[in-house]
């Protein structure tokens, strides 16, 4: 599955168990994202985040919680086995390979 988040002032009220929370997402992804690179992309606008999958729209979280303030770009991958986030824990090293990462500020 692909789980969208936004670690907010929610999020921490709720022991960051942001699956309880209206900043947390998982659309249903009609293909594998294990066999090809892929594009994700996020637009991140006033009040509302949009996630792309290879183009295609996919998710909108919505709400006051939204950043409002500027914030780094954290990308990560994990895998410690908590129920409905990560599954097992895995059995031999997780990775992830990034080909690229293009970040554009938004003055419109």
Do not use: C
């Amino acid at each position: 599955p692909l789980n969208l988040v936004l670690q907010s002032s929610a999020a921490l009220q709720m022991g960051y168990q942001v699956p309880n929370t209206s900043t947390f997402g998982r659309p249903v992804v009609p293909i594998s994202l294990t066999d090809a690179f892929h594009e994700y992309r996020f637009d991140w606008l006033p009040g509302i985040v949009s996630f792309y999958l290879d183009g295609a729209w996919i998710w909108d979280l919505k709400d006051d919680n939204v950043p409002a303030m500027p914030s780094a770009l954290l990308l990560s991958h994990w895998s410690y086995g908590a129920p409905g986030r990560s599954r097992d824990p895995p059995l031999e090293d997780a990775v992830i390979t990034i080909g690229y990462v293009k970040a554009y500020f938004n003055s419109s």
